[in-house]
Protein backbone atom coordinates (compact mmCIF):
# COMPACT_ATOMS: atom_id res chain seq x y z
CA UNK A 1 0.00 0.00 0.00
CA UNK A 2 1.37 3.68 -0.95
CA UNK A 3 -0.18 6.80 0.22
CA UNK A 4 0.30 10.06 -0.67
CA UNK A 5 -0.60 12.81 1.57
CA UNK A 6 -0.82 16.56 0.37
CA UNK A 7 -0.72 19.59 2.21
CA UNK A 8 -0.95 23.29 2.29
CA UNK A 9 -3.28 24.70 -0.40
CA UNK A 10 -5.56 27.61 0.85
CA UNK A 11 -7.05 30.80 0.18
CA UNK A 12 -4.35 33.32 -0.76
CA UNK A 13 -4.42 36.95 -2.15
CA UNK A 14 -2.77 37.91 -5.75
CA UNK A 15 1.04 38.13 -5.10
CA UNK A 16 0.95 35.91 -2.31
CA UNK A 17 2.62 32.53 -1.68
CA UNK A 18 2.25 28.97 -0.54
CA UNK A 19 4.17 26.07 -0.05
CA UNK A 20 2.55 22.70 -1.01
CA UNK A 21 3.93 19.35 0.47
CA UNK A 22 3.44 15.83 -0.69
CA UNK A 23 4.90 12.63 1.25
CA UNK A 24 4.85 9.46 0.10
CA UNK A 25 4.43 6.58 2.49
CA UNK A 26 4.36 3.17 2.73
CA UNK A 27 6.10 -0.04 1.07
CA UNK A 28 8.53 2.12 -0.97
CA UNK A 29 11.40 0.60 -2.73
CA UNK A 30 12.15 3.27 -5.38
CA UNK A 31 10.93 6.18 -6.21
CA UNK A 32 11.63 8.43 -9.87
CA UNK A 33 9.64 11.06 -10.92
CA UNK A 34 7.57 13.42 -8.35
CA UNK A 35 5.34 16.10 -9.80
CA UNK A 36 2.22 18.19 -9.61
CA UNK A 37 -0.72 18.96 -11.66
CA UNK A 38 -3.64 21.14 -11.67
CA UNK A 39 -7.23 21.49 -12.66
CA UNK A 40 -9.32 24.28 -13.06
CA UNK A 41 -13.05 24.05 -12.96
CA UNK A 42 -14.37 23.11 -16.42
CA UNK A 43 -10.50 22.03 -17.69
CA UNK A 44 -7.91 19.75 -18.36
CA UNK A 45 -5.90 18.85 -15.73
CA UNK A 46 -2.29 19.94 -16.55
CA UNK A 47 1.32 19.65 -15.63
CA UNK A 48 2.36 22.46 -13.28
CA UNK A 49 6.11 20.48 -12.45
CA UNK A 50 7.98 17.62 -12.31
CA UNK A 51 11.14 16.40 -10.98
CA UNK A 52 13.08 13.52 -11.37
CA UNK A 53 17.00 13.05 -9.54
CA UNK A 54 18.89 15.75 -11.38
CA UNK A 55 16.05 17.78 -13.52
CA UNK A 56 13.39 19.56 -13.35
CA UNK A 57 11.03 20.90 -15.60
CA UNK A 58 7.96 23.60 -15.64
CA UNK A 59 4.55 24.50 -17.29
CA UNK A 60 5.50 27.97 -19.20
CA UNK A 61 2.59 29.42 -17.18
CA UNK A 62 4.40 29.06 -14.16
CA UNK A 63 8.19 29.59 -14.76
CA UNK A 64 10.35 32.11 -12.75
CA UNK A 65 7.19 32.30 -10.30
CA UNK A 66 7.48 28.11 -8.92
CA UNK A 67 9.91 26.54 -7.79
CA UNK A 68 9.62 22.51 -7.42
CA UNK A 69 12.03 20.65 -4.99
CA UNK A 70 12.29 16.92 -3.37
CA UNK A 71 13.75 15.51 -0.39
CA UNK A 72 14.26 12.09 -1.03
CA UNK A 73 15.32 11.15 2.78
CA UNK A 74 11.53 11.87 3.22
CA UNK A 75 9.93 10.72 0.27
CA UNK A 76 8.87 14.12 0.01
CA UNK A 77 8.07 16.43 -3.09
CA UNK A 78 7.71 20.44 -2.64
CA UNK A 79 6.05 23.09 -4.69
CA UNK A 80 6.99 26.95 -3.67
CA UNK A 81 4.87 28.74 -5.49
CA UNK A 82 5.15 32.27 -5.41
CA UNK A 83 3.32 36.13 -7.07
CA UNK A 84 0.11 33.68 -7.57
CA UNK A 85 -2.35 34.83 -9.92
CA UNK A 86 -5.87 34.26 -10.02
CA UNK A 87 -5.47 31.76 -13.22
CA UNK A 88 -3.10 29.96 -10.22
CA UNK A 89 -6.99 28.68 -8.66
CA UNK A 90 -7.29 24.72 -9.07
CA UNK A 91 -6.98 22.11 -7.65
CA UNK A 92 -3.24 20.64 -7.50
CA UNK A 93 -2.67 17.04 -7.59
CA UNK A 94 0.53 15.32 -6.52
CA UNK A 95 1.57 12.03 -8.92
CA UNK A 96 4.40 9.76 -8.09
CA UNK A 97 6.44 6.71 -9.87
CA UNK A 98 7.37 4.73 -7.67
CA UNK A 99 7.85 1.03 -7.30
CA UNK A 100 6.99 -0.80 -4.46
CA UNK A 101 8.22 -4.17 -2.41
CA UNK A 102 5.83 -6.11 -4.24
CA UNK A 103 4.85 -4.53 -7.70
CA UNK A 104 6.88 -2.90 -10.40
CA UNK A 105 6.68 0.68 -11.59
CA UNK A 106 3.64 2.85 -11.19
CA UNK A 107 1.87 6.17 -10.98
CA UNK A 108 0.12 7.05 -7.66
CA UNK A 109 -1.96 10.49 -7.36
CA UNK A 110 -2.63 12.54 -4.30
CA UNK A 111 -6.20 13.19 -3.30
CA UNK A 112 -5.37 16.89 -4.31
CA UNK A 113 -5.65 20.32 -2.53
CA UNK A 114 -7.01 23.26 -3.06
CA UNK A 115 -5.64 26.82 -3.86
CA UNK A 116 -7.93 29.67 -4.48
CA UNK A 117 -6.14 33.01 -5.11
CA UNK A 118 -8.42 35.55 -4.47
CA UNK A 119 -8.84 39.47 -3.25
Known amino acids: QVQLAESGGGLVQPGGSLRLSCAASGSIFSIDRMGWYRQAPGKERELVAS??????NYADSVKGRFTISRDNVKNTVYLEMNSLKPEDTAVYYC??????????????WGQGTQVTVSA
Open 51 to 56: VSDGSA
Open 95 to 108: KTNLRTHNSGWRDY
